[in-house]
């Protein structure tokens, strides 16, 4: 998530982001096959997801020419059933289906689906089956908002 960049890779990926007209959701390093793996993930400035591949790319070579050579490199957009990783992702996001993880296990639980509610900046209120379940922003790990997409209907004969 976004509060979990290091601020030293923040630095250096969030203003090469912004120059491009674009938002820094999220920055991860984690290990590729044979190196080092920099995931970043960007968006608009609506949050709609709507980055094109281009742009992608030109922020790719840009951060690129700035990172060691150790790095593989990979920039993509949210997408349609997208990750939300800061305070504004989880403020659009209110009335749509979720999944969330907590870092910790609430009421013994750490996964929650369903309807994301209410957020007001410090928690998010899921309901789901069991009721509504109110969740500090900061005990969430991962989280992730669903297209809502109609079932297609069937024709009638």
Not at 10 to 28: N, T, Y
Not at 92 to 101: C, F, H, P, T
Not at 112 to 140: N, P, S, Y
């Amino acid at each position: 998530m976004y509060k979990d960049i290091p601020e030293t890779l923040r630095r250096v990926v969030e203003p090469v982001v912004r120059a491009h007209g674009l938002e820094l959701v999220d920055a991860a390093l984690g290990r590729g096959p044979t190196r080092s793996l920099l995931r970043v993930v960007v968006d608009t400035p609506r949050g709609d997801g709507r980055v094109l591949v281009d742009e992608c790319a030109a922020v790719s070579r840009e951060l690129g020419h700035g990172l060691d050579v150790a790095y593989t490199l990979e920039v993509s957009s949210p997408g349609v059933d997208r990750m939300l990783a800061r305070e504004i992702d989880f403020e659009r996001a209110v009335g749509r289906k979720v999944a969330l993880e907590t870092r910790e296990p609430i009421a013994g639980r750490r996964r929650f689906k369903g309807e994301l509610v209410a957020f007001d900046g410090a928690v998010a209120t899921v309901r789901g089956d069991g009721g509504d379940t109110r969740i500090e922003f900061a005990a969430i790990e991962r989280a992730r908002a669903f297209h809502p997409i109609d079932a297609p209907q069937k024709r009638k004969r």
